[in-house]
């Protein structure tokens, strides 16, 4: 019998048993895989920042979102109360040493995440596994400091991370299989569709979301207001319109991935230096209560207006 699995797979037995997470970095895209590793795999989470006030505010919004969880009847009171007491803060890497999976969301910037893997390995045992959830750097360099460059492996979440089903397990020439085979399983124990990709710049997602995201910034470089451009959008069926999608990934890392797809194939991906400006000037956009930006398509073109 034909075995059930993706594509270069391998067999789930060789698995390594997740029974601590460590994750670096207290944003907004760590703070929301922190709450569902802690969710479906009901196992302590350390998350670590680089000051107190960034790790307090990762663990405070993991505890709201569980409050969330509570009022919309989804989890018991006991149950919030269970999660809750599953999720650490810390800013000592030392914490991680009994840690079995970490996972980093740092600053996309290639020696920060080089960094700060080696030294968090310092601190872990050999078994341990290491991941990353970079957008669209090569997550072999970003390896190229451990002394353990085989149990490193690629694992893309997408925002919202609750609800995306999707998660990028990215092998390197160097991952081993029990790593891989770790990345698939926990995978499924959070429940989402994983496949395996190369590590090439944006593997397979951001290579699409860089070319939509690429040409409806490249409409508004030629003088087509966002507003038109959104509108124009909408045949092709896309659950976001261009300015909602940039807002919701970010405009700054939304900059960065366009940057680093056209840096890797220049002829093929706009680098919008509209859209740096955007990111640089989005103090100056109106905001909602969760700090999102509202009506960008609006903001925009007042920005670029100078
Ligand atoms: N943050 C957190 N949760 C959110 C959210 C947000 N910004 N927006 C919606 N949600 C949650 C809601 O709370 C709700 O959760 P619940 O079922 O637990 O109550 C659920 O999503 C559905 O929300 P809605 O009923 O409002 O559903 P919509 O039909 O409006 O869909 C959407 C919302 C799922 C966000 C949909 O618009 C969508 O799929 N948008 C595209 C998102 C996308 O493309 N993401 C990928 C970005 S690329 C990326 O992350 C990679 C990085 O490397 C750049």
Redesign the pocket.
Known sequence: KRAKRPAGAPDKSLAKKVTKIGVIGAGYMAS?FALLFVRRLRVPVVITDLDQAHVDKGVAYIHDEIGKLQE?D?ISPDEANRLRALVTGTTDKADFADCDWVIEAVFEELTVKQDVFAEVEQYLSDEAVLATNT??LSVEQIGAKLKHPERLVGF?????V???PLIEVVKTPHTDDATLSTAMVTAAALKKNAVITADTPGFV??RV?AKVLGEAMHAVDDGTPFETVDKAFAPLGL??APSA?LD??GLK??AH?LDTHHAAFPDRFYRSENLHRLAEYSTLLEKDSKG?VKGLDKGAAKILAG
């Open positions: 929301q919309k989804r957008s669209s893309h979440f997408f925002t919202p609750a609800v995306m997602v951001n979301l659950p976001m999608l919701l990934v890392v939304g991935v999102k």
